[in-house]
């Protein structure tokens, strides 16, 4: 990478961070990779980019970003940032998640759904509660369970894990089965998704939102849909077997996964670059897990 770190006085990265790339996806340009974890590559100009900076900041799991007064202002806080009429991006990712993405999908019934969860806390709780109903907390795979009972308690919600990862929720309120897809909601489907962990799962919404959890992602690095296959904590060839089985069945527009980038084309784009994914994905053979050869 050409850029260098900022070494002034003004925004930084501090030696906590864990390279989960959360900082990245939101500020792209300002924060960047650099020895295996993020650094600011320059300061902001104007309020948007300052902007920016202040999502990382709030978002990052670590607290690494750290703003010029090293305080950081809770009036600033962006979350849930609205993605578009109908999907929220959480914010306030977990470290006990590995960092995870976590959204709200909104209903057409005014209610929400919650997939994947950030970190918890009583006030951020709160703000959810505010925003309407939750009637539903959909985990998709063990890697990303630590803060579900709490949070579907506290706002009255089902709690849904397939049964290949029960054993990291194992008071799940509902328990997906088998390899078969099935409708949990109206406009609402579940695709197990066995790879990256045994009950990996993702969620199909009105055929326009794919939350994808670990099983693949947007890089930025390709400009394509992969998947990580140095973090496949399962095995790849079952992903790959998964993928063949279920890339065909899948119309979106919104890729929206646990780690790596968020990206919106339209549904046929997305159906040919899935389908080439699941070809790729069948050459791929089992390695060592590698977090620094993650292709964000």
């Known amino acids: 990478m050409s850029e260098e770190r900022f070494d002034g006085d003004g925004w930084q990265v501090d030696e906590r961070c864990t390279n989960c790339d959360v900082a990245r996806q939101l500020a792209p340009g300002l924060i ?75 209903r057409p019934d005014g209610s929400a759904m919650m997939v994947d969860t950030p970190r918890w806390s009583t006030s951020l709780a709160a703000r959810y509660e505010a925003l309407g109903p939750v009637t539903d907390v959909l985990l998709t795979h063990r890697d990303h369970a630590a803060h579900g009972r709490r949070y579907a308690d506290r706002l009255g919600a089902r709690l849904w894990i397939h049964e290949g990862d029960l054993d990291a929720a194992p008071n799940a309120d509902r328990v997906l089965r088998g390899s078969e897809p099935a409708e949990i909601a109206e406009g609402v489907t579940a695709f197990p998704l066995p790879g990256h962990t045994r009950g990996s799962v993702l969620y199909l919404a009105d055929e326009r939102y794919c939350f994808s959890g670990d099983s693949f992602y947007w890089s930025r690095t390709t400009a394509d849909i992969e998947v990580a296959d140095s973090v496949t904590w399962y095995s790849i060839s079952e992903l790959a077997a998964s993928l063949a089985r279920t890339a065909g069945r899948l119309r979106f527009e919104w890729l929206l996964p646990g780690h790596g980038d968020r990206r919106q084309l339209p549904a046929d784009e997305m159906s040919r670059r899935l389908l080439r994914l699941a070809t790729r994905t069948q050459e791929l053979q089992p390695r060592p897990v590698d977090f620094t050869a993650v292709r964000w």
């Open 32 to 106: 960047g990779e650099v020895d295996g974890r993020s650094v600011v590559l320059r300061q902001p100009r104007g309020q948007r980019e300052l902007r920016q900076l202040q999502a990382a900041a709030h978002a990052c799991p670590t607290r690494s970003i750290r703003p010029p007064d090293g305080r950081l202002d809770a009036a600033s806080d962006p979350f849930p940032m609205a993605l578009d009429d109908t999907v929220l991006l959480c914010g306030h990712n977990s470290a006990h998640t590995a960092g995870a993405n976590s959204y709200l999908l909104r």
